[in-house]
């Protein structure tokens, strides 16, 4: 069966970095767009940024924009996270999700989901 696995959530100082991994198994990866969505407490799951099947282009909500990169390894079945310059309003548990349609920003359109990595950002 499909699953993703998210990991590298934690601690971390406001201004730091923190890289999340999402590592696929029981699908085509390459035929899928990968998008992390984040969910902090109280509130309703979010866009964070996604990429194509081809890895060619990328989308990020504005909030995120130019601190978080999108990436992905489709040799090794793995889309990444990279998120520098972190502020507390980035605390969330942060979910890779994966579908072979057109990228969405909605949380509603995404076929398979992992199971959220926590990340905690302390000012």
């Known amino acids: 069966q499909v699953q993703l696995v998210e990991s590298g959530g934690g601690l971390a100082q406001a201004g730091g970095s923190l890289r999340l991994s999402c590592a696929a198994s029981?699908?085509?990866?390459?035929?899928?767009?990968l998008a992390w969505l984040r969910q902090a407490l109280g509130k309703e799951r979010e866009f964070v940024a996604a990429?194509?099947?081809?890895?060619?282009?990328?989308y990020y909500a504005d909030s995120v924009k130019g601190r978080f990169t999108i990436s992905r390894d489709n040799a090794k079945n793995t889309v990444y996270l990279q998120m520098n310059s972190l502020k507390p309003e980035d605390t969330a548990v942060y979910y890779c999700?994966?579908?072979?349609?057109?990228?969405?920003?909605?949380?509603?359109?995404?076929?398979?989901w992992g199971q959220g990595t926590q990340v905690t950002v302390s000012s």
């Open positions: 999700a994966a579908d072979m349609s057109a990228v969405s920003r909605s949380r509603y359109d995404y076929q398979y």
């Open positions: 029981g699908l085509t990866f390459s035929s899928y767009n």
């Open positions: 990429i194509r099947w081809s890895g060619g282009r990328t």
